[in-house]
């Protein structure tokens, strides 16, 4: 029987231990359950001596864990996935390092999933890969003799062709990606980044928006990342009577709350964004001690220089910032770098007066969408958003739209959310949920996993059940 085999480079594996899973996990576990299905990635454990793969059954699912040596994934991981490729695919080009021997090790951490993965593969299988630590994936399973349907996913911008080209495997990279019968990726933008770069640099003939590259076509297509809008909506309304929604409310005293929510990265333009905060409350001060602004930013890859600095320059901003405007009774800034609870964190969202998603650059940015979700729709708070965020593309009719090195601009924008009045807010906030109810995770899944049927179809494989 035909399968979808999902692989990652994490897997998510149901735990109650640990923080719930977010939209799009949630959305591909499902998929997976309604059929026959099988998720491989990395298990999280790093070994002298990795085996093959193991793999757990739940009813229908199956997944697939495999170990990897500490020098391979330190490599392969930090070294080249985000050392190399975040940075780059984020513009950020002074923040990119290339080591040969990372390279090396991201390509044999490739190949070792292609050799473990293969050994479970049946007929008719189809695979779809996700993420930019996988790129060469696709190609790896080609050399072995893997004829079935792949896809790729990118979940991260796709940078224009002269920003790629810095990389000096920028030509192995677009080779990888031709391997693919189907590549989705964000946004427009970065659907035609990545065409213009496969026809430049990696050799491929457009045809619209398929590539023909060594009598093989490749489909390509925009698949929006989305969330299940009417599912996280609930989930916010019910939530925002919670102990911990209800503490927090406490806390802020009558005053309104400007939030921000994502994982501790250099791409999310966070020092930025106090900078704007502080502004804020400089050049409008009829908002001191009316508004705190709560950022919540988990600590990510800590063990790599750049974050350790950017989570010293957060701290520091904090405390400059409460030191110059705080009061005995009010604290304008609170900076939490632990996890919250997704439950939690819909019901923080549906609290906020104004969500803060303002990234330098973002492949989408679920947040801004589930900020919106997430809101009374009698009264509803405002989002900024910054128009380098992919969801910028569904939002921007009724977002505040900034760009975030415009620090005076993004300051006068949350004076704009503070001070909008209800029906505006109605308006802009019904403007952001019409494409989120139109588009939601599951069509995003359905559409992309359909796509891979017709290919399937088409070179005489047996299709997936979705």
Same mark, same amino acid.
């Given at each position: 029987?035909?399968?979808?085999?999902?692989?990652?480079?994490?897997?998510?594996?149901?735990?109650?231990?640990?923080?719930?899973?977010?939209? /799009?996990?949630?959305?591909?576990?499902?998929?997976? =359950?309604?059929?026959?299905?099988?998720?491989?990635?990395?298990?999280?454990?790093?070994? !002298?001596?990795?085996?093959?793969?193991?793999?757990?059954?739940?009813?229908?699912?199956?997944?697939?864990?495999?170990?990897?040596?500490?020098?391979?994934?330190?490599?392969?991981?930090?070294?080249?996935?985000?050392?190399?490729?975040?940075?780059?695919?984020?513009?950020?080009?002074?923040?990119?390092?290339?080591?040969?021997?990372?390279?090396?090790?991201?390509?044999?951490?490739?190949?070792?999933?292609?050799?473990?993965?293969?050994?479970?593969?049946?007929? #008719? !299988?189809?695979?779809?890969?996700?993420?930019?630590?996988?790129?060469?994936?696709?190609?790896?399973?080609?050399?072995?003799?893997?004829?079935?349907?792949?896809?790729?996913?990118?979940?991260?911008?796709?940078?224009?062709? $002269?920003?790629?080209?810095?990389? %000096?495997?920028?030509?192995?990279?677009?080779?990888?990606?031709?391997?693919?019968?189907?590549?989705?990726? *964000?946004?427009?933008? $970065?659907?035609?980044? +990545?065409?213009?770069?496969?026809?430049?640099?990696?050799?491929?003939?457009?045809?619209?928006?398929?590539? =023909?590259?060594?009598?093989?076509?490749?489909?390509?297509?925009?698949?929006?990342?989305?969330?299940?809008? &009417?599912?996280?909506?609930?989930?916010?309304?019910?939530?925002?009577?919670?102990?911990?929604?209800?503490?927090?409310?406490?806390?802020?005293?009558?005053? +309104?709350?400007?939030?921000?929510?994502?994982?501790?990265?250099?791409?999310?333009?966070? %020092?930025?964004?106090?900078?704007?905060?502080?502004?804020?409350?400089?050049?409008?001060?009829?908002? /001191?001690?009316?508004?705190?602004?709560?950022?919540?930013? %988990?600590?990510?890859?800590?063990?790599?220089?750049?974050?350790?600095?950017?989570?010293?320059?957060?701290?520091?901003?904090?405390?400059?910032?409460?030191?110059?405007?705080?009061?005995?009774?009010?604290?304008?800034?609170?900076? &939490?770098?632990?996890?919250?609870?997704?439950?939690?964190?819909?019901?923080?969202?549906?609290?906020?007066?104004?969500?803060?998603?303002?990234?330098?650059?973002?492949?989408?940015?679920?947040?801004?969408?589930?900020?919106?979700?997430?809101?009374? %729709?009698?009264?509803?708070?405002?989002?900024?958003?910054?128009?380098?965020? #992919?969801?910028?593309?569904?939002?921007?009719?009724?977002?505040?739209?900034?760009?975030?090195?415009?620090?005076?601009?993004?300051?006068?924008?949350?004076?704009?959310?503070?001070?909008?009045?209800?029906?505006?807010?109605?308006?802009?906030? *019904?403007?952001? +949920?019409?494409? /989120?109810?139109?588009?939601?995770?599951?069509?995003?899944?359905?559409?992309? &996993?359909?796509?891979? $049927?017709?290919?399937?179809?088409?070179?005489?494989?047996?299709?997936?059940?979705?």
């Amino acid at each position: 029987m035909a399968r979808l085999v999902i692989v990652s480079n994490r897997v998510s594996v149901p735990s109650s231990r640990r923080v719930e899973a977010g939209g /799009l996990t949630v959305v591909l576990r499902d998929g997976l =359950r309604r059929a026959e299905g099988l998720w491989f990635g990395w298990s999280g454990e790093l070994t !002298d001596h990795p085996g093959p793969a193991k793999v757990t059954t739940r009813g229908k699912m199956s997944y697939a864990l495999l170990d990897l040596k500490s020098a391979d994934y330190r490599g392969y991981y930090f070294g080249f996935a985000n050392g190399s490729l975040w940075p780059l695919f984020h513009y950020r080009l002074g923040l990119m390092e290339w080591k040969s021997e990372h390279y090396r090790a991201y390509r044999a951490v490739n190949r070792h999933f292609a050799e473990e993965l293969i050994k479970l593969l049946r007929p #008719g !299988d189809q695979v779809w890969v996700h993420d930019y630590q996988l790129i060469p994936l696709g190609e790896e399973l080609r050399k072995l003799g893997y004829k079935g349907t792949i896809g790729f996913y990118l979940h991260i911008p796709f940078p224009s062709g $002269d920003v790629v080209e810095v990389l %000096p495997a920028h030509a192995e990279l677009g080779k990888a990606l031709l391997a693919y019968d189907l590549i989705g990726v *964000q946004t427009d933008r $970065d659907h035609h980044a +990545m065409l213009d770069f496969l026809e430049r640099w990696g050799g491929a003939k457009r045809e619209g928006a398929d590539l =023909r590259y060594a009598g093989h076509v490749i489909r390509t297509g925009v698949y929006r990342a989305a969330i299940d809008t &009417v599912g996280f909506g609930k989930e916010a309304a019910t939530a925002i009577g919670s102990q911990d929604v209800r503490s927090l409310e406490s806390s802020l005293g009558g005053r +309104m709350l400007l939030l921000g929510i994502e994982r501790l990265d250099y791409s999310k333009g966070l %020092p930025l964004r106090f900078a704007a905060y502080e502004q804020l409350l400089a050049g409008h001060q009829d908002w /001191l001690r009316k508004v705190i602004m709560l950022q919540i930013a %988990p600590v990510s890859r800590g063990e790599l220089a750049q974050y350790r600095t950017l989570r010293s320059d957060l701290e520091r901003a904090t405390g400059r910032i409460a030191g110059r405007f705080a009061a005995p009774d009010w604290n304008p800034i609170r900076y &939490v770098n632990q996890p919250v609870p997704r439950k939690v964190v819909s019901g923080y969202l549906r609290l906020a007066q104004v969500g803060l998603v303002t990234p330098l650059r973002d492949g989408m940015n679920l947040v801004a969408k589930e900020f919106v979700a997430a809101q009374d %729709p009698d009264d509803p708070g405002v989002l900024v958003l910054s128009r380098f965020a #992919g969801a910028c593309e569904e939002l921007g009719e009724g977002a505040l739209l900034v760009n975030p090195l415009d620090i005076e601009r993004t300051a006068d924008a949350m004076h704009e959310a503070l001070s909008m009045p209800k029906d505006e807010r109605i308006d802009r906030w *019904q403007r952001c +949920m019409e494409p /989120l109810r139109a588009w939601t995770a599951r069509t995003w899944y359905d559409a992309f &996993v359909h796509r891979l $049927d017709e290919i399937s179809a088409a070179k005489g494989s047996l299709p997936s059940a979705a």
